[in-house]
Nanobody
Framework: VQLQASGGGLVQAGESLKIACEVS????????VGWFRRAPGKERSFVAG????????????DYANSVKGRFTISRDDAKNTVYLQMNKLKPDDTAVYSC????????????????WGQGTLVTVSS
């Protein structure tokens, strides 16, 4: 299983950026995806998660308190891709963003995930 994160870059504070995570799984709709980030000098932390796509829709979502109201996680199962739309970015959002996947429901615990991608760097200047 491979995960490829993309879309990172350099933006100014207040701007938006959308990053993506493409997952090489034939039954991707049965998997949850979590976004985590590692800021300079800090440990990796949970950002957002989206559960598998059940019969009724795209899955439940959850966010870290620091990004609630600014970030939105979504999925497109036809493209095996999960997105993270980041609005009103702050310098504190500067980090390497990595995605991970596990069956069914998301988790905010890194150890609960089976597969990880390399990450994409997001830099927010003040």
């Amino acid at each position: 299983v491979q995960l490829q994160a993309s879309g990172g870059g350099l933006v100014q504070a207040g701007e938006s950026l959308k990053i993506a995570c493409e997952v090489s799984l034939s039954n991707f709709s049965a998997y949850a995806v979590g976004w985590f980030r590692r800021a300079p000098g800090k440990e990796r932390s949970f950002v957002a998660g989206i559960s598998w796509s059940g019969a009724g829709g795209p899955g439940t979502t959850d966010y870290a308190n620091s990004v609630k109201g600014r970030f939105t996680i979504s999925r497109d199962d036809a493209k095996n891709t999960v997105y993270l739309q980041m609005n009103k970015l702050k310098p504190d959002d500067t980090a390497v963003y990595s995605c991970a996947t596990r069956p069914w429901g998301y988790s905010d615990l890194q150890g609960e995930y089976d597969y990880w991608g390399q990450g994409t760097l997001v830099t927010v200047s003040s």
